[in-house]
């Protein structure tokens, strides 16, 4: 009978483990990231949902440090053929962003709250922005989507980065 007790704490600590230490790695995420080090390494929007069948999806990935790659895809309707331009771009958009992250402190801002008036065929819209820290390769992403409920300054942040995001295409 006592090894059978055995065993099954040995299996559960074996099945309880590897979450644990998700979790913990999960949450430590955001604190190992140094804002005054850290660097974007990629931007993305994405935009989709509708009744329509619609989508448009735009992604700015870091190549190098003077090199991006820019691209966007969109859809207008279900069967409608799907849209896509792929290129390289300038860098220097990131600094930008890592600027405006800077000024509107990101790096301090608490989970968003999810809005209650969510409709279900509506267009989700979401805009994610992805920190690297080169001081110990930690991570971190923010990201704010369409049921997320802003104040006005996470707002302004919001539109100033698809604004950016959008511009990099001239590039």
Known sequence: M???????????????????FGMAEAKGGKDMVKEKTAYVTRCSYVSSGSSTGGHER????????TE??????????????ERVLEKKVSANVFKEMEALGREYKIFKWKVFRKSELFALDAATVSLS????????????????????????????????????LYGAEGR
Do not use: F
């Not at 006592?2 to 644990?20: E, T, Y």
């Not at 991006?68 to 053929?81: E, L, N, R, T």
């Not at 997320?148 to 539109?159: F, G, R, T």
């Open 58 to 65: 735009i992604e700015l990935t870091r190549l190098s440090d």
């Open 129 to 164: 922005v992805s920190y690297k820290d080169p001081t110990n390769g930690a991570g971190w992403t923010l990201t704010m989507r369409s049921d997320d409920e802003l104040n006005d300054k996470q707002s302004e942040y919001y539109h100033k980065l698809l604004d950016l």
């Open 2 to 20: 006592r090894n059978w007790k055995i065993i099954m704490m040995v299996l559960c600590l074996a099945l309880c483990l590897p979450g644990l």
């Open 68 to 81: 991006a790659g820019y691209k966007i895809s969109s859809k207008d309707w279900h069967s409608s053929p």
